[in-house]
């Protein structure tokens, strides 16, 4: 068991760090916020899967598995009002975007 | 009445978590808080009680779960792929996608399955005319009709048995 536990970890670092890659490559604060929605809720996580497999049903492994179901709850919730707050700032988006129609919807 | 034996039964589930192997004590401390705290705050806990006795919308729940976690770990990847590539194949902007959902609780979850688990990130919600908009990594398509199809039909009919 904690053979799966500690490979779940790993996995969970890989994404952590996928998303801090991202943070550093991606052009602008929403195409940002994209990464930390999904990276960071999975690869955090993982981890967090992880260190219940190890410790099993314990005091430590309950919280754990609470620890990941709030996460993947609020995550998500904390993006969105990061995202609307930067919009409704006027924060531009970035020169590569194609369309923006919540601003279309806006101006009428 | 009903809002309040919910509340109750969640907190005392949370609090036994916490404290896993159950001794008396705890035991009789959790159902001290978890009363004193259903009676004074559990009727703002849900609107429609009556749904939670529902045995068919567990069960869509747990598909709900199930499908959230496979389309998650794919669009990681994806998002995965796109990152290591060196050119940076993003082509972002924000679309908007119409839903049939009405419910507080089913437009909160669709919204965040679709932050979670497709290309999107959910920015807005109009709840009176049932649209979000939502910013793509990759706008495939900036029609209504077929941005839905892409971005929220999987979990719209999931949630809609499940919630409405």
Redo the contacts between chains.
């Keep these: 068991m904690p053979e799966i536990g500690r490979l779940l970890i790993i996995i969970g670092l890989f994404f952590n760090f996928i998303a801090i890659l991202s943070l550093l490559r991606m052009p602008d604060v929403y195409t940002r916020l994209q990464a930390a929605a999904r990276s960071v809720t999975l690869g955090t996580g993982s981890i967090m899967l992880g260190v219940f497999v190890c410790q099993g049903f314990s005091a430590t492994g309950f919280k754990a598995l609470f620890v990941t179901a709030f996460l993947i709850l609020i995550c998500p919730v904390c993006v969105h009002a990061l995202a609307k707050g930067a919009y409704k700032s006027k924060v531009k988006l970035a020169d590569e975007s194609v369309c923006d129609q919540y601003q279309e919807d806006l101006n009428i | 009445m009903k809002s309040k034996i919910v509340l109750f039964v969640v907190c005392l589930i949370?609090w036994l978590?916490?404290?896993?192997?159950i001794n008396p004590q705890w035991l009789a401390a959790g159902v001290l808080v978890s009363g004193f705290v259903a009676m004074i705050t559990g009727d703002m806990f849900m609107r429609r009680p009556h749904i939670v006795v529902h045995i068919k919308r567990y069960f869509w729940l747990l598909v709900y779960f199930l499908v959230l976690l496979i389309e998650?770990?794919r669009?990681?990847i994806d998002?995965?792929y796109r990152?290591?590539h060196p050119d940076?194949p993003?082509?972002?902007?924000?679309?908007?996608i119409k839903t049939k959902i009405k419910t507080a609780v089913g437009l909160?979850l669709l919204?965040?399955?679709i932050?979670?688990?497709t290309?999107?990130?959910?920015?807005?919600i109009d709840q009176n005319k049932g649209?979000i908009?939502v910013?793509c990594?990759d706008?495939e398509s900036?029609n209504i009709k077929a941005a839905t199809e892409l971005i929220a039909a999987r979990f719209e009919t999931i949630l809609q048995k499940a919630f409405e």
């Design positions: 949370i978590g916490l404290n896993w192997p998650g770990i669009a990681n998002l995965a990152v290591l940076l993003i082509n972002p902007g924000i679309v908007k909160t919204a965040n399955s932050t979670f688990s290309g999107a990130c959910a920015v807005d649209y908009y910013h990594l706008v900036q």
